[in-house]
């Protein structure tokens, strides 16, 4: 599984970004599919996680509320909408896809290929 994230960029506190990711891969709709951080010196922490067909996703409690996860399975795209972003959310943020058919997600044991990160920085 080939991973490649996008739309990160600097944004003030309060502002939104919304983040892709482009999947190389076949049948995209059997894999469940989540969304990572990581600010510096700290370890990758989960964000959000989606079935298969987009429904059930789950959140971390700091992304709850404030991120959407989302995905488009004809076009091999996953999303995350992030609005209220606040200076603690600067961090690289990476995609993640889970194992083929599984449907478990809510936890970084449950995948299995990255991509490549996107950096979101939030100004105060």
């Known amino acids: 599984v080939q991973l490649q994230a996008s739309g990160g960029g600097l944004v003030q506190a309060g502002g939104s970004l919304r983040l892709s990711c482009a999947a190389s891969v076949r049948a995209f709709s059997r894999y469940p599919m989540g969304w990572f951080r990581q600010a510096p010196g700290k370890d990758r922490e989960f964000v959000a996680g989606?079935?298969?067909?987009?429904?059930?996703?789950v959140y971390a409690d700091s992304a709850k509320g404030r991120f959407t996860i989302s995905r488009d399975n004809a076009k091999n795209t996953v999303y995350l909408q992030m609005n209220s972003l606040r200076p603690e959310d600067t961090a690289v943020y990476y995609c993640a896809a889970g194992r083929q058919s599984y449907r478990t997600y809510g936890s970084t044991n449950d995948y299995a290929s990255w991509g490549q990160g996107t950096q979101v920085t939030v100004s105060s």
């Open positions: 989606i079935g298969w067909s987009g429904s059930s996703p």
